[in-house]
Structure formats: C-alpha cells, structure tokens
Nanobody
Framework: QVQLVESGGGLVQAGGSLRLSCAASGGTFSSYAMGWFRQAPGKDREFVATISYSGSSTYYADSVKGRFTISRDNAKNTVYLQMDSLKPEDTAVYYC??????????????????WGKGTLVTVSS
C-alpha cells in the first residue's frame, strides 16, 4: 500500500513563498505520475499541478502557472511544490496524489490512486 505524507504548509504573507513536500513509501515511486490538488474552505478540491514519472513533463492549472513549480526527486521518493508570489486566494489544504498505471500527466482527481491527508497553507493579505 502506497502512503503519501505532505509537509511544508504554514502561514505566509501575500507575496511570499513556501515549498511543499510529499514523501511516498510502500510503492514504486519512480513509475508514478504525481499531482498536487487543493481545497479551499467551502470549495471543491481542484487540480494544481502534475508531473510525469520521469519528471520530464509538467502541467499546471492556469491559476498557478508562472508562480508554482512542481518537481520530483525519485531517489528520495519525494515530489515538491514550490509556491512563489502567493496570494490570499491560494489559501487551501494542499494534497498530493499518485497515479500508478500510466505515469503520464493526470489532471483529474479520478485519475489518481493514492492520496495524502493534506497540509494547510494560509496566505494572509
């Protein structure tokens, strides 16, 4: 069973930066596509970013493009989300997810097989 544990959330002022990490265990991390999603208070969970199994391809939601960067270190079984120029509307619980069959970019929640429990990011104005 694959386990995903997010870390790095916290409180930051608008314009600041945070780096989220997601450590995976119990599976073959280097073969999984990985993704980040977020859920703001009172809203549905939404796609943020995804990265292919090798890290050679990435894709972002329009709302974060140019500000967030997804990356991975397969030697450390970890995926990262570097968040710069944060805005109050980025406030949400951030979740990482793993897709175990295709290893390519996945933007839909239903395409993922494993989920972490989330880490809270709060951006103050």
């Amino acid at each position: 069973q694959v386990q995903l544990v997010e870390s790095g959330g916290g409180l930051v002022q608008a314009g600041g930066s945070l780096r989220l990490s997601c450590a995976a265990s119990g599976g073959t991390f280097s073969s999984y596509a990985m993704g980040w999603f977020r859920q703001a208070p009172g809203k549905d969970r939404e796609f943020v970013a995804t990265i292919s199994y090798s890290g050679s391809s990435t894709y972002y939601a329009d709302s974060v493009k140019g500000r967030f960067t997804i990356s991975r270190d397969n030697a450390k079984n970890t995926v990262y989300l570097q968040m710069d120029s944060l805005k109050p509307e980025d406030t949400a619980v951030y979740y990482c997810a793993a897709e175990r069959f295709w290893g390519v970019l996945v933007t839909t929640q239903g395409g993922y097989d494993y989920w972490g429990k989330g880490t809270l990011v709060t951006v103050s104005s």
